[in-house]
């Protein structure tokens, strides 16, 4: 063999193998990020991503599923647009058909409370994408606990429906302690007075599945 033939065949064979070192290389990275997801983060990408907000179907843990879509991220909870539509109608990764949903209130999901999404292959992938930073103005929310999010609801006087892991409770949130909050159960679409208050709920935080506001 000659030597200038011997020596491209030795090139060749270090590239190759240079190639396929930096392939397994960034296969292992790629391994690490994953592995390093969070649901938060994943929510984050398919609401607040390049392609747009996308309406999302989350199962929680009462059984039920909603369709929303997520405006704001906290700790511990999102807010979101809440839609009404059958479960077809979500058939785009950036929204629903108009003619066939519509917004119908705004909810805050605590994430504890999340039993699984079920999300479009488009939105798998997208969800697997690099995580992204909040904007600057949405950073503080970041850090915002659900408490805080019950305690602003309170102070707002703010007509609820409150989803349990036992079941539906509507009325006004009296006051928020640690790890509880006291509710004034009354009607929907009643304003709080004290005739119209059926009982007080004390709910531990970790059995809210899911807050409507009304």
Known sequence: MRWDNLFDDL???LERELT???SDLRAEEE???LGRLTLRSRLMVLSLGPAGPAAIRVVLATGNTV??????FGRDWFAADLFTADLSDVE?????HADRARRTAQCVVPLASIAGLALTADQVDRSLGPEIESPSAAR???RIGLSFVLRDLCRRRAGIELHTRTGLLTGTIDRVGRDHLDLAVHPPGTLRRTPAVEHYRVVPLEQVA?????
Do not use: C, N
């Open 210 to 214: 899911f807050i409507k506001l009304t």
């Open 20 to 22: 396929a070192e930096e």
């Open 11 to 13: 090139e060749g064979q």
């Open 31 to 33: 391994r690490h990020r």
């Open 92 to 96: 785009r990764p950036t929204g629903l």
């Open 140 to 142: 503080l929310s970041d």
């Open 67 to 72: 369709v929303v879509r997520a405006t704001t």
